[in-house]
């Protein structure tokens, strides 16, 4: 271990979101961090580093940052920035980066890229068409459904996606995507419980994290509409033992080799978003960085030093770290919503109890009076830890039961089945 604690490391954290702070509060228990910024941060990040400005859809801006700030190692939290090439201009300005570059990002930021690379190395997958011309899309909903999923084509904040039963619903969302010069993507519907698994990738080699599970309806029971994320918890009791090694094997390495062999191999996390049906494992999406809000639930749990890994993963060395230490027991998050989320937030309401501990920020600012406002859909995300997903579950609604936010909502189910024992994956 002890030339293994040689590293000291400069860590800029790009981004502003639960998920920022809970990659610089991991970091910053890391005894290689020297110093620890977050652009352009929140009132949460700014609690645990450094906070500076950047414009996230500014790859050239963000690379004079991490030279200006001297960064030994940039990780760059967002899709935006690395769909725009953040990462490869980092890289170019000659500092190690967390994060794939633009073309190995489109693996998120383009649905039908992603169908054609799974296509390429084999990895199961809904079926799917492009359609871009309306005249086209009624024979092609006549393809699919019931029931029906209807997706935009490009980065939609998990807003783009509608999953029905009712056909001229689709017909709708479809052509409102359409007329507004976005593709749209029509996919065969995946029954069975969904998992999200990160993965460290620094081109060829794979760490898996733990998996997780994530909530996107806005509302108890999965009702309403399709939002960022409400909610998540880590690990998965009810998925079978082997998971996350045949989701390696069949899906996250196949991808990973196919990358390289294009000379475009993916650097940062790999997130492969999978619905386990009775006949395996298949991929919804893939996103090319962490998860919001899964992020919250794994790095609680995680027990080996983050900005170790994460160099590693930028410099192409992950196949020399020792396994990955896992704390036992289970996390669960929630996230508390402005009010109107996920349609237009009211921001600017003073919150309460905001720097308890558990409590990650997302939409949040510190006003010129020094209380904490809101300032975007995504509030807080609140953390709870515990031996089970029951324990952790009680802790994290009790800390929510402390925040106060004037018309925010959360949801009350979070883990709630997974905890009564009633997911199962159905057998093959
Ligand atoms: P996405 O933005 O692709 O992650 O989709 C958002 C959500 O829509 C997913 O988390 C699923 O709950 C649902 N979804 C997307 N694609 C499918 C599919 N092919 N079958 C069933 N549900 C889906
Ligand atoms: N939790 C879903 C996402 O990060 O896209």
Not at 140 to 165: E, H, I, Q, S, Y
Not at 196 to 217: E, I, N
Not at 278 to 284: A, D, M, T
Request: charged share 20%; hydrophobic share 45%; proline share 7%.
């Amino acid at each position: 271990m002890g030339a293994a604690y040689a590293l000291h490391v400069r860590v800029l954290v790009i981004g502003s979101g639960a998920r920022e702070h809970a990659l610089v509060l991991a970091a910053s228990h890391d005894p290689a961090v020297t110093a620890l910024g977050c652009a352009p941060g929140n009132a949460g990040t700014a609690s645990v580093s450094e906070t500076l400005g950047v414009d996230l859809a500014d790859p050239a801006a963000i690379a004079e940052l991490a030279v200006s700030w001297k960064a030994d190692l940039v990780v760059i939290g967002p899709e935006v920035p690395l769909v725009a090439g953040a990462a490869d201009a980092v890289r170019a300005a000659g500092v190690p980066c967390f994060g794939p570059g633009a073309e190995a990002a489109r693996i998120e930021g383009s649905k039908s890229f992603a169908k054609e690379v799974m296509a390429a190395a084999g990895v199961p997958t809904a079926r799917s068409e492009v359609v871009d011309n309306p005249a086209h899309l009624d024979a092609a909903l006549a393809r699919f459904g019931p029931t029906w999923v209807v997706k935009d084509d490009g980065l939609a904040a998990g807003k783009g996606v509608v999953v029905t039963d009712d056909l001229e619903r689709a017909r709708k969302h479809a052509l409102m995507l359409l007329d507004g010069g976005h593709p749209v993507v029509l996919e065969s519907f995946l029954d069975g419980p969904e998992a999200s698994l990160f993965c460290l990738v620094d081109g060829r080699t794979v760490v898996p994290l733990l998996p997780a599970q994530d909530f996107k309806r806005v509302g108890d029971g999965d009702a309403g509409p399709n939002t960022g994320g409400m909610g998540a918890y880590a690990p998965l009791p009810w998925a079978p033992a082997d998971l996350v090694d045949e989701v390696v094997a069949t899906v996250v390495q196949p991808v990973v080799d196919e990358l390289a062999r294009r000379g475009t191999p993916f650097t940062g996390l790999l997130y492969a978003g999978l619905a386990l049906t009775s006949s395996g494992p298949q991929v919804i999406e893939f996103n090319c960085r962490f998860g919001d809000p899964e992020t919250q639930v794994v790095l609680a749990l995680l027990r080996s030093p983050l900005a170790r890994l994460l160099h590693a993963t930028a410099t192409g060395t992950l196949a020399e770290q020792p396994p990955l230490e896992w704390a036992d027991g289970a996390a669960v998050t929630v996230v508390v919503a402005a009010d109107g989320y996920p349609g237009k937030p009211r921001t600017g309401d003073v919150i309460a109890g905001s720097e308890a501990e558990g409590v990650l920020h997302a939409g949040t600012r510190r006003r010129e009076d020094g209380a904490v406002v809101s300032s975007g859909g995504r509030v807080l995300s609140v953390v709870g830890v515990g031996p089970d997903l029951a324990a952790a579950r009680e802790q994290a609604y009790e800390r929510v039961g402390r925040v106060h936010l004037a018309g925010s909502h959360h949801r009350s189910d979070i883990a709630a089945r997974a905890a009564r024992g009633e997911l199962s994956v159905s057998a093959r």
